[in-house]
């Protein structure tokens, strides 16, 4: 069992940044690939970014190349997400994600899942 919690949400003037952290308990994640996923009211879950066990392989969603960066920080069992030039249409619930395998941009893929933070871009 891996137990998730993000952070780092909060509103944010559109052009701004915002760093969220998904802490990992009751299991190191060092052999899972992470990812973060985002969510608008009333539509599915959407992949932003996953980054691999092994070789700290990265993924972006087209949305989010160029703007975000993922990172992982095994020894203090956290993954991160940096989010710069935020954009209104970035406003979601972001959902942190750990898989054992198959495809990181996959959300089946994902056996472990936080609670979510919100992040609200104003314009």
């Known amino acids: 069992q891996v137990h998730l919690v993000e952070s780092g949400g909060g509103l944010v003037q559109a052009g701004g940044s915002l760093r969220l952290s998904c802490a990992a308990s009751?299991?190191?994640?060092?052999?899972?690939?992470m990812g973060w996923f985002r969510q608008a009211p009333g539509k599915e879950r959407e992949f932003v970014a996953g980054?691999?066990?092994?070789?700290?392989?990265?993924s972006y969603a087209d949305s989010a190349k160029g703007r975000f960066t993922i990172s992982r920080d095994n020894a203090k069992n956290t993954v991160y997400l940096q989010m710069n030039n935020l954009k209104s249409d970035d406003t979601r619930v972001y959902y942190c994600?750990?898989?054992?395998?198959?495809?990181?941009?996959?959300?089946?893929?994902?056996?472990?899942w936080g609670q979510g933070t919100q992040v609200t871009v104003s314009s």
């Open positions: 980054i691999t066990w092994g070789f700290g392989g990265t």
């Open positions: 994600g750990a898989s054992r395998g198959g495809l990181i941009t996959v959300e089946k893929n994902y056996n472990y």
């Open positions: 009751e299991h190191t994640i060092a052999e899972y690939n």
